[in-house]
């Protein structure tokens, strides 16, 4: 059997004609640039957000990018984020001439820990960290209404990384109870990547950025289009971060299934979930199965509230590259996410030394994403954990 990582042709069979009339209906209107496609799907995301405004950018990287630029960052400030995350969260940071700082995970969830965001802000006493940028990292929420209680008390910004987490929510207690809120939609603003292998991809690059303050999303607005106001006029510098009216298209009849696909994933992450505890009931298995932090209610049934959409499922394994190179034998696809900390990366490293991340070093020698895709079937799960059950045995 061969399983791949991700396969997109089981998604794009659904909608296969609908998107090729999209997009011939868009070349046909001559209209290239901006137009109706992307305000529709700003208007479509932000709803889904629960949110007042989406502004419509080029990836999930220049969402990011153009945020910082919104806040002012540049260089001599400081940005706090994760340093278990893909390279675009520090990149950004870098490229405007700011400097990372890092907050290690929890090594449950993958997530920032508050704990250690409320030391570092504590010791900011020059307040030189301009915003803090935590990541929901595989499509699960970090604990924001936490890193939302620290922030506010030091007035620093949230950016979201919501590039994994379109669609995640997170529970919110308050005095009437817990609210379920959006990924992206709890912070100053979230910022969404529409990479093919996210859970919303397009058909090539694009990219959003989600927020409820009316100015900020104008200066966004502003930001991705050179910063022009009015046209050829320029009080501030922006760059060229459209989103392409021909993904705004795809990504529009896209969307009308997102909740469908998270459904799918979560369905092949409980199927993961029980394989690998009826392996582990034969024999040992020196495999941990990723948690869902945040969940209401029991079983897989329909009363269970989990909100986790599984971008990735990542497990954490014992002699993992071993067990790696065992599964591409046996044709099973899986990845590495992130084989590095962000502060072991050379770019960094080349300059100073970053203090060690005792939970994320584990991690990057730890964890693997087996294959969870909507269209994976049964079997071939069954395959897998097979597969990696006998590579213990
Ligand atoms: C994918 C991703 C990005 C970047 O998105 P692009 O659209 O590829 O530029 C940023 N942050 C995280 C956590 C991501 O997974």
Redesign the pocket.
């Known amino acids: 059997m061969n399983v791949p990582l991700l396969d997109l042709a089981p998604t794009l069979d659904e909608q296969r004609q609908e998107i090729i009339d999209a997009v011939t209906r868009i070349i046909d209107s001559t209209r290239y640039i901006q137009g109706p496609e992307v305000d529709e799907l700003e208007k479509e995301i932000a709803d889904y957000c629960g949110v007042d405004y989406g502004v419509g950018v080029s ?4 969402a ?1 990018l153009v945020s910082l630029m919104a806040l002012d960052v540049g260089a001599g400030d400081l940005v706090l984020t994760t340093p278990y ?2 390279f ?2 520090m990149g950004v940071i870098l490229r405007l001439g700011a400097m990372p700082v890092f907050a290690d995970i929890d090594p449950v969830s993958f997530n920032i820990d508050p704990d250690r965001v409320a030391e570092i802000l504590a010791a900011d006493t020059e307040k030189r960290i301009k915003a803090v940028i935590p ?1 929901h ?1 595989y499509g699960q929420a970090a604990d924001m209404a936490r890193i939302l209680e620290i922030t506010a008390a030091h007035e620093v910004p949230v950016i979201e ?1 919501a ?2 987490a379109i669609g995640t929510e997170y529970p919110f207690a308050g005095a009437a109870g817990v609210t379920w809120m959006k990924a992206g939609s709890m912070g100053l603003c979230g910022c969404f ?3 093919p292998s ?1 859970n919303l991809g397009a058909v090539g ?3 959003m950025v989600v927020c409820r303050d009316a100015s900020f999303a104008h200066n966004l607005k502003l930001l991705r289009n050179h910063g022009g106001e009015p046209k050829y006029y320029h009080s501030m510098v922006g760059g060229n971060f459209r989103l392409d009216p021909i993904q705004a298209g795809v990504l529009r009849i896209k969307l009308k299934h997102l909740e469908k696909w998270h459904r799918q994933r979560r369905e092949n992450a409980e199927r993961y979930n029980q394989l690998f505890k009826d392996q582990a009931a034969r024999s040992e298995l020196p495999v941990t199965t990723p948690v869902s932090v945040y969940r209401e209610g029991s079983g897989a049934g329909a009363d269970l509230k989990n909100f986790h959409i599984y971008n990735q499922y990542v497990i954490r394994a014992d002699r993992r590259d071993r067990l790696r190179e065992w599964l591409q034998k046996k044709n099973v696809a899986t990845e590495i996410y992130y084989p590095l900390g962000l502060h072991q990366q050379e770019c960094l490293t080349r300059r100073f030394t970053p203090p060690p991340m005792p939970n994320t070093e584990k991690a990057a020698s730890e964890s693997l994403a087996l294959p969870i895709y909507p269209g994976l079937t049964p079997q071939m799960q069954e395959y897998v954990v097979k597969s990696v059950a006998d590579f213990y045995r």
């Open positions: 990836s999930g990287t220049d990011l995350s893909f675009a969260t990541v990292l990384d590039a994994q990547s529409f990479f996210k690059d694009g990219g």
